[in-house]
């Protein structure tokens, strides 16, 4: 089974930036679709972005299309966010999510649903001040 470890959050001004790490224990992690979810307080959990397996093909939700980016790294075992023009309606703890069957994730539809995801870190808050 795999353990993941999210870091990199903290606190930053609005339209600051911040990256987020996500290490996956394991020798496995080359199979994995990762995903990022956030969730704030008196809200449900919330799709960010995934990445497939291969690193090919990558999704965002539409609030933060065009400020975030996904990526990984097989080598490390370890996906990351990078997420530029915060805002404070950002503010959520941030998971780091594994899908552990090779292929079953083929689109938006999977990725964004997080009963998809097999393995959850424990979050790492990030808090935009306004």
């Known amino acids: 089974q795999a353990h993941l470890v999210e870091t990199g959050g903290g606190l930053v001004q609005a339209g600051g930036s911040l990256r987020l790490s996500c290490e996956v224990s394991?020798?496995?992690?080359?199979?994995?679709?990762m995903g990022w979810f956030r969730q704030a307080p008196g809200k449900e959990r919330e799709f960010v972005s995934a990445?497939?397996?291969?690193?090919?093909?990558?999704y965002y939700a539409d609030s933060v299309k065009g400020r975030f980016s996904i990526s990984r790294d097989n080598v490390k075992n370890a996906i990351y966010l990078q997420m530029n023009s915060l805002k404070p309606d950002d503010t959520a703890r941030y998971y780091c999510?594994?899908?552990?069957?090779?292929?079953?994730?083929?689109?938006?539809?999977?990725?964004?649903?997080?009963?998809?995801?097999?393995?959850w870190g424990l979050g790492t808050q990030v808090t935009v001040s306004s």
């Open positions: 999510a594994a899908q552990a069957g090779r292929g079953y994730c083929s689109g938006l539809g999977c990725y964004v649903s997080a009963s998809s995801y097999d393995y």
């Open positions: 394991g020798h496995t992690f080359r199979n994995y679709d």
């Open positions: 990445i497939s397996l291969s690193g090919e093909s990558t």
